[in-house]
Every structure is written in C-alpha cells, then in structure tokens.
C-alpha cells in the first residue's frame, strides 16, 4: 500500500460517477409532471425502450403541440375541478401493410370524480399525410376528454349538482 489515499479518492470517484449514471437512468423512468395552469397538470409517462427511435421522434415532437393545445381548451377550469391528464405513448401496426403508427393514450381524471376518461389519439394526420395538426388535438381533447369529463362542483350539502 504505497498510495493509500490515492486508492481511496479512486473509489470515491469511481463511487460518484456510477450514482450520475443512475440518476440519469432513473430520470428516463420516472413520469414527468408539467403544470399547464394551477389546476391542470399534464403527466407524461416515458416512452418504452422498446418502441423505434422513429417513433419515439414523433410522439417527442408531439408533446409541445399537446402542451399549447392543452393550456387553450382548459383555461377556464375551476380550482374545484382540477383535471389531471395522463398521456403515455404505444404504438400499433395499421393496415395489410402493417405500418407501424404510433399513438397517445390519454387517461384523464378531475379531483372530485371517482371516474377516468380514456381516448387514444393517432400522431399521424390522415388527411394531411403528416402529423397531426394543433387544431385536430385541440378538437380531439374538447370532443373526446372534455366534452366527458364536465366538471360536476359540489354543493353546500356535499352533493354533485344535478346535470344541466
């Protein structure tokens, strides 16, 4: 043992690096919480290792588009109501060609419902050819989430309020 200390400052060393390794790894697991107004919050889970880069691309591209098309059609949300969208992204073989499209599923939920709201969303536009478009995301979410998940407040007694 000539250089003991030197020894030691090797494993420390050695020892620091591994745990940014792994930071950086459980950082790719974990969903990732974005807050699009104070009572809305957008959940993205990580897309699985096992998806085509290709893939992953597109539902990556896809997310700030969601995030814009998301504060519009929610900015009149109640704090009462708050709403809590999930997305997370797969990805299915379409048609005899069996081309692989990838998809965004939505589960959504309010903060005084017992009930969640689930769509799935494809990330290829088949009118235009290309990705879907701010104002087709912007019309799935109002007619498929929404439109379903109407905020219901209570009432002074604990009740839901009857349905207009």
Request: charge should be positive; glycine fraction near 4%; include cysteine.
């Amino acid at each position: 043992m000539k250089y003991p200390a030197t020894r030691v400052f090797l494993v420390i060393l050695a020892a620091a690096s591994f745990g940014a390794q792994w930071d950086l790894r459980a950082q790719a697991t974990q969903n990732r919480e974005i807050e699009i107004h104070k009572n809305v919050r957008l959940i993205v889970v990580p897309v699985q290792a096992v998806m085509p880069q290709q893939l992953k691309q597109k539902f990556e591209s896809f997310l700030p588009v969601l995030q814009e098309a998301l504060a519009e059609t929610t900015s009149a949300e109640t704090p009462e109501c708050a709403l809590t969208v999930r997305v997370t992204a797969g990805s299915k073989e379409i048609g005899t060609a069996k081309v692989q499209r990838v998809f965004a599923r939505f589960v959504a939920y309010r903060r005084n419902s017992d009930r969640e709201f689930v769509a799935r969303l494809y990330l290829h536009s088949f009118i235009t050819g290309g990705p879907v478009s701010k104002k087709e995301i912007t019309d799935f979410l109002e007619e498929r989430i929404l439109s379903i998940a109407k905020c219901q407040p209570k009432t002074a007694q604990g009740q839901a309020s009857p349905r207009s």
